[in-house]
């Protein structure tokens, strides 16, 4: 493995064009034009699909990177030319420093068995294996025996917590897991660049949010560098450590979760952000003025750097007193504790 | 043109076209008959050219052919030699194994059923034949899927290929082949292989296709070369339609095996009905016939569990038992048990059979033959010749007269302004043709008005491109001089068609709107779509001998079962909302199957109008064999005199038609499914 100071996935340039030769317009486009965007214009012009436009950004080794975007924005067509499974139109990918668009199909062979793993989103199960056979099927076509890849399957088969199910077939499993299968699946070659595309997007929310929780806790363990798509703003947040936001082919933001939050670069990122509690993502450091010269009172509710704003604000409510509640008439009928206020409108604590 | 529809218009200008025909027929007589002076000798160019090519393969084909003799002799000699206790008790561990206990009891029946009646040994030849042809036709049809799913760009090609070889007759198959590998099984063999294998191609590249992505794409991501990722993972994915696509084969390899025995020279059960049919014993050909259906019944229901979603899993134990149990019972009664083809215990049946339909057919001449009669001439003449002259003093009752022609024009005419009024003119010009039609009659046709009015309706079901390649196909058969045959041909299957159509149609229509009646109609339906085309003119010619009528009846027999399958399957699967919908609205069970059922279901009974189109044109060679006129003869004909020319050319305008009727159909379906937004 390199040095942690080169990305383990390095971006540049990146363009996915669909259509009828789509290289040599693609070259042609790019000399003619100064901006990829009149460049993408000129191409849609010609009846061509620039699925993904100029896309440039790294992932440091060990990050959790979640390309977020709409459907149709060119994520998933993006994660597709990073793991290969779409041959780029134009631009560099670099893995570990290893150009993979140029990479032999021999290279992308080895590299897949040895370095890349991948979750879909319908879990691309093979129907006509077992739980246990399609977990080991990464193996299998490395030609290690079957007793050996059983057994390294059935490690993994207990870290997704799929233990008892090994002979069952995917159509007996339920859709959350199935999708234990696919993560299962990804993990058992030891890969050390995880793709997962839209992983949980098929899953009700309930098994969805369950199985978010076990995913950070496998990240936690294995610290594998992680690219991930979805189109849920929220998941984006919880998650990552940076968020990258698509639209329409084009990367519009990356950042942090408190950066797209707070610092939207434009209004369709602020639109997105809206529907989001940003008391839950956002920490105090964020709206605080900093510096010891300044003025302020006399209550000190314990504020720290790291809370979050619903912490925060509920810390603070707490120095209130209990306020009243009238009827239209201006009749009272009870009173409020502001601190309540606070922690019914916090849905968890951050 | 503004103003009109695309439908009025392209009425009108056939109107046009037809009655400018119909005005200059006497001064100008080449509108009727195509002048032979015009007709380009394409059939012996054809000939010519395929006897040279014919001959130049010939030496590769007779060294195949001599290739395949050996494991043809080998699979018949197993076949014919093993002991037939064991080749019932190894089919019923088999049948175990597949289906259970059902199964494995409708192979002892069946096989016993044969086994008793004494066809035995010719059966075991049958098998021996398709048991080589098939595993032929799998390897072929299985490549040519497989490369075709591999290389895209050969996809189109290949797949327009498959739609010819299946609309090409399947006797056209057997002139060249007969000048290639000579007379002999071996022809069948190959004949049964050809005809097998595009289903076969079909369904794999179909099964390949329907492959998620996700699962190709997890084969890829998992670090599998093409082959692995081919082999484990996406020809087992799409196993379920690969093995619809073995049991199509199967049952395709069969029924032309039974075909190729027109070719003569194998001793095997399709020669048997054959036979006994040409000797008149309805009641041994009845039986034969019989045991082909066994064979067809058991071939498709056992193959057909291989397709079942979830199988259940049969005791293999008990089908090593079963074995177990054949090999000892015929090594215990080794020397004991009878030679199988002595057996023939249904004979006194089939006589009794021959002798009751005699006396039946006796009995009810009278009834029979009014029947026959009148259908011949009340609705089959008149179609062919035209009432102008089919109405005859001695059929009729009087002569028809231009005063009559006048009346039916004038008829057609008001009845078009009453449609035109009402905003309806592409139907009321349609009447109007219709009128024209059945007075000149479908084989008299003026050819310009032909070409004009099928490429008018081309141009409204599937735009310019097929308007074109309708016109220019229809041309090619018009200047090889097989154009007379060729109406003939379209005459007996549209009448048939259409017959099909309203009757199809109501039995589907009554299968839809009651339960019952459908529990009675599917396994008809299913026993007749399991039948091998050369079967159904055996009840036919029982009862109504050699003739055009008969022929009639066994392409209606054949060709019916897909409107009604798919007119009550277009009528029941309407969407629960739009029925809820309806219900909501106080619709009436009649309104309901007139304003949302019906109209829903449109394209579906298109498609099932298309099959039967297919079907039609598909028994129309076989019923040759029993006596019609038109391109189905030729190709008959052309067999008996081994004139390749002939054959392929009559072979190729044939599916000329059924390739011009399929795609104005499929245009006209596509239409209606767009307009539905499905």
């Not at chain 2, 009646?117 to 036709?137: D, K, Q």
């Not at chain 2, 050819?447 to 309708?470: E, K």
Request: proline share 5%; net charge neutral.
């Amino acid at each position: 493995m390199t040095g942690s100071d080169t990305p383990a996935i390095t971006c540049r340039n990146v363009w996915q064009v669909f259509g009828n030769n789509a290289d040599s317009a693609l070259k042609e486009a790019l000399s003619r034009h100064e901006t990829p965007e009149t460049a993408a214009l000129e191409l849609r012009g010609k009846g061509l699909i620039p699925a993904v436009q100029d896309a440039s950004f790294d992932v440091k080794e060990g990050e959790l990177f979640v390309i977020m975007g709409l459907s149709g924005s060119g994520k998933s067509t993006l994660i597709r030319c990073i793991s290969h499974l779409l041959h780029a139109t134009g631009g560099e990918i670099r893995i570990d420093g290893e150009n993979i668009v140029e990479a032999s199909p021999k290279r992308l062979i080895e590299l897949r068995r040895k370095k890349l793993g991948m979750v879909f989103q319908h879990f691309g199960l093979f129907p006509h294996m077992t739980v246990a056979e399609n977990v080991a099927y990464p193996l299998r076509v490395q030609g290690v025996k079957k007793k050996q890849r059983l057994a390294k399957a059935q490690e993994v088969i207990d870290l997704v917590g799929l233990g008892g199910r090994e002979t069952n077939y995917p159509r007996e499993l339920s859709g959350g897991q199935r999708q234990r299968v696919g993560i299962a699946r990804s993990l058992v070659a030891d890969c050390s660049v995880w793709f997962l595309d839209e992983p949980f997007s098929a899953l009700d929310p309930l098994i969805r949010r369950q199985l978010q929780d076990e995913f950070l806790e496998i990240q936690a363990k294995l610290k594998t560098t992680i690219v991930f798509i979805t189109h849920d703003i929220n998941e984006a947040l919880k998650l990552a450590d940076r968020i990258a936001i698509m639209r329409d082919g084009k990367v519009v933001q990356i950042g942090t979760p408190a950066d797209i939050v707070l610092r939207p670069a434009d209004d369709y990122v602020r639109e997105f952000s809206k529907d989001v509690a940003k008391g839950r993502h956002a920490h105090v450091s964020s709206v605080m003025l900093p510096g010891e010269h300044h003025v302020y009172g006399a209550d000190d509710p314990g504020l720290r750097q790291d809370m979050t704003l619903d912490a925060a604000l509920a810390r603070c409510m707490e120095l209130y007193e209990p306020v009243p509640v009238r009827t239209p008439e201006g009749k009272l009928v009870g009173v409020v504790n502001p601190a309540d206020l606070a922690a019914a409108l916090q849905v968890e604590q951050g | 043109m503004a103003g009109l529809s695309k439908g009025a218009a392209a009425a009108l200008f056939a109107a046009a076209a037809g009655a400018l025909c119909l005005l200059l027929e006497s001064s100008l007589p080449w509108l009727v008959k195509f002048p032979a002076a015009w007709v380009l000798p394409a059939t012996d160019w054809v000939g010519a050219v395929m006897e040279w090519f014919l001959a130049l393969i010939k030496p590769a084909a007779r060294s195949f052919s001599a290739l395949m003799y050996y494991p043809m002799e080998a699979a018949n000699y197993v076949l014919s030699n093993t002991p037939w206790p064991l080749v019932i008790f190894a089919t019923t561990a088999l049948a175990w194994i597949l289906g259970g206990v059902r199964m494995a009891l409708m192979a002892v029946v069946g096989l016993g059923f044969v086994l008793a009646s004494g066809y035995w040994p010719e059966s075991m030849n049958t098998l021996a034949l398709v048991a080589v042809s098939v595993p032929l036709a799998l390897i072929i049809g299985g490549g040519i899927g497989i490369l075709a799913n591999e290389y895209p760009r050969i996809r189109q090609p290949v797949q327009a290929l498959l739609d010819v070889m299946q609309t090409v007759p399947t006797f056209a198959y057997l002139t060249p082949l007969l000048v290639l590998f000579g007379f002999g099984p071996v022809v069948g063999l190959i004949a049964s292989a050809i005809y097998a294998a595009p289903p076969m191609a079909r369904n794999v590249l179909l099964g390949l296709e329907r492959v998620e992505p996700e699962i190709k794409e997890a084969a890829v991501m998992s670090g599998g070369t093409r082959l692995q990722q081919l082999f484990q993972c996406e020809i087992p994915s799409a196993g379920q339609q690969i093995m619809v696509g073995v049991n199509q084969c199967l049952m395709a390899a069969l029924s032309m095996v039974i075909i190729a025995a027109v070719i003569g020279g194998f001793d095997d059960i399709g020669w048997e009905v054959l036979l006994t049919m040409r000797k008149a014993q309805f009641g041994q050909s009845l039986l034969a016939g019989l045991v082909i259906v066994i064979f067809a019944i058991l071939i498709d229901r056992m193959s057909g569990t291989l397709t079942q979603d979830r199988r259940q899993k049969h005791d293999p134990r008990v089908a090593w038992g079963i074995l177990a149990l054949g090999v000892l019972v015929s090594a215990v009664f080794w020397g004991s048990v009878q030679q199988p083809g002595t057996y023939a215990l249904f004979n006194p049946v089939a006589d009794s059979v021959d002798r009751g339909l005699s006396a039946f057919t006796s009995a009810n001449a009278e009834v029979l033959t009014a029947l026959k009669n009148n259908v011949m001439f009340y609705v089959l003449l008149p179609i062919r010749i035209g009432l102008d002259q089919a109405v005859l003093p001695f059929t009729w009752g009087f002569a028809w007269t231009p005063a009559m022609s006048l009346v039916l024009f004038a008829a057609g005419a008001a009845a078009a302004v009453v449609f035109a009024v009402r905003g309806q003119l592409a139907l009321g010009v349609m009447l109007l043709i219709a009128a024209g039609m059945l007075e000149t009659g479908i084989s008299q046709l003026p050819w310009p008005f032909v070409l004009v009015g099928a490429g008018a309706l081309a141009w409204v079901a599937g735009g310019r491109g097929l308007a074109i390649l309708t016109v220019v196909l229809l041309g090619t058969i018009l200047l090889s001089g097989l154009w007379e045959r060729a109406l003939l041909s379209l005459y007996l299957s549209g009448a048939a068609v259409f017959a099909c159509a309203v009757m199809g149609g109501a039995i589907g229509l009554v299968s839809a709107v009651s339960p019952g009646v459908w529990r009675v109609v599917r396994p008809v339906c299913d026993m007749l779509q399991t039948i091998p085309l050369f079967v159904f003119l055996i009840p036919v010619l029982m009862v109504f001998q050699i003739g055009e009528f008969s022929a009639f009846l066994a392409i209606i027999a054949y060709a019916i079962v897909p409107m009604i399958r798919y007119t009550r399957h277009g009528l029941v699967s309407t969407p629960d909302e739009m029925i809820e919908a309806a219900t909501a609205s106080g619709a009436t069970r009649w309104q309901m199957l007139k304003d949302i059922r019906a109209p829903y279901a449109a394209p579906s009974i298109l498609l099932g109008l298309n099959q039967t189109i297919l079907y039609a044109f598909a028994m129309l060679v076989i019923a040759a064999l029993i006596g019609t006129t038109g391109l189905g003869q030729s190709i008959y004909l052309a067999l008996g005199q081994a004139d390749v020319g002939l054959g392929i050319s009559a072979g190729a305008a044939m599916a000329i038609l059924a390739l011009i009727a399929d795609r104005m159909v499929q245009g006209f379906a596509e239409e209606r499914r767009k307009a539905l937004g499905l």
